[in-house]
């Protein structure tokens, strides 16, 4: 979908108009829309605000011609995300109104401030837009808006903002498509191929190949990696925002980032399998954060790191009862070879503690099924040993409609993974909190440093998409921490 602005209707585009819900006339100055006025002011005194739906196409004959547009009525006083939310809505219902070029129209009136409203109408239709089928090659069916023109006398800082509203969420779309490659085509070295162009915004990167994994002890995350003839690799994105301030300590993210996850030798039911190629999710949002902290030049300084490896049950496979002796030292009894996420993120959590001493870890992970039957697909799992921390987290979220929901660590949980022959076993063997004895395994490698663990396996991915997204990937949690560091981290001088 290509934007611009303009100020005269093209014939043959699709107007859209945002009326203000309780509007009961539009003025549409300018002779052009003369006929188009008239009509929807018939249609509004018609049709009094709570008897008519959201969006309305209508239509008229102009020289032989039939000229369609729709009325959108859209709310005065609703939050940023539910603006984002209509405008994803009024993409769906164009496209099935098959409007191939589209000229929106805003009415200002004296409580509208439509040239606010713009910005997250543009934003919301462009986060629903994405689509990803760069594998289809057959010609494709789906109907796609190519022009998106925006009718209005906006200021020219008003245009750039818009159009920076919309250039971060590249971002965004950089975690879609990670999440989005299947595995023949997206394993730990090709995800490293795939984001050093990271380093053209500004973002160092270091990648730690097999050998200096092994070299550092990095063997819970060795470990899962040796079933697969894809070699492991962990790769750190460095920011450097806020010149003024080089040496404060980085904020830090880190990110599970199994590109396969088979299950290993405890080997998954084959029903529902292809999810696992998005069982990296959580380097995906690493990535897609970083990328968009580059592309707004924000005023941080940050690390994010991702632990990639993929997880198979070949004859080198580690085995259910395998001890490994982690990068901390600590020792693991791996009793499931599934319970892998948690095996990589402590490796990876240990060493960027040890090596930055960074303000806070926050980590994302696609980490247990359990989360899904607590939370389902509207909410993340947060876990944290610091209120503060979270509470930022939880404001953070609701700004961005990516939203959290707060569960328990505590002492008796943790207890659950002491073990007879390891410092720790990496499964409780019982049935319950299996999202919350997961956050506590992770807890044991975050010594004191302020942390917080995000659980996302339920929000990663939509089989029938969002408000925000199509079906597929949803980028969840980009915007979410994107917020959370524009918010409360961010040099403002
Ligand atoms: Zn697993």
Known sequence: MKISFT????????????????????????????????????FLSNNPEEKSSKFKTLSFRSNKKICYFTIARCKEKINSSAKLSFAGQLLSYLERQKAKNISIHLEETKSFKAAEYLEYIVSGLFLKDYRFEKYKTISNKDFKISQLKILSNLSSSLKEKVLNGIKVFDGVFLTRDLVSEPANILYP????????????????IEVLDERKLKSLGMNALLGVAQGSVRPARVMIFKWD??????????????????TFDTGGISIKPSSGMEDMKWDMGGAGVVAGLMYTLALRKAKVNAIGAVGLVENMPDGN?????????SLSGQTIEVLNTDAEGRLVLADVL??????????????????????????????AGLFSNDDDLAN????????????????????????????????????????GAGSITAAQFLKRFVGNVSWAH???????????????????????GVRLLDEFVKKYYEDKS
């Open 7 to 42: 100020k005269k209707l093209i014939e043959n585009d699709h107007l859209v108009v945002l009326v203000p819900q309780q509007s009961t006339a539009v003025k549409l100055l300018g002779d052009q829309f003369n006929r188009v006025r008239e009509i929807i002011n018939d």
């Open 241 to 258: 925002g806020d010149k003024k301030n080089k040496k404060s300590s980085p904020l830090s993210f880190i990110g599970k980032g199994v």
């Open 392 to 431: 930022k987290l939880l404001s953070a979220s609701k700004g961005s409609e990516e939203l959290l929901w707060r569960l328990p660590i505590d002492e008796d949980f943790d207890k659950l993974l002491n073990c007879q022959v390891a410092d720790m076993k990496n499964i409780t063997g019982t049935r």
């Open 317 to 325: 496979a580690q085995r259910p009862g395998d001890i490994v002796r």
């Open 350 to 379: 240990w060493y960027i503690k040890e090596k930055y001493k960074p303000r806070f870890m926050i980590d994302l992970a696609t980490l247990t099924g359990a989360i899904i039957v607590a939370l389902g697909d509207r909410y």
């Open 454 to 476: 995000l659980d996302i396996a339920g929000v990663t991915w939509s089989k029938k998409g969002t408000n925000f997204s199509r079906a597929g990937g949803t980028g969840y």
């Open 189 to 204: 070295e090709k995800f490293v191929d795939y984001c050093m162009k990271l380093e053209k915004v500004g973002i160092k």
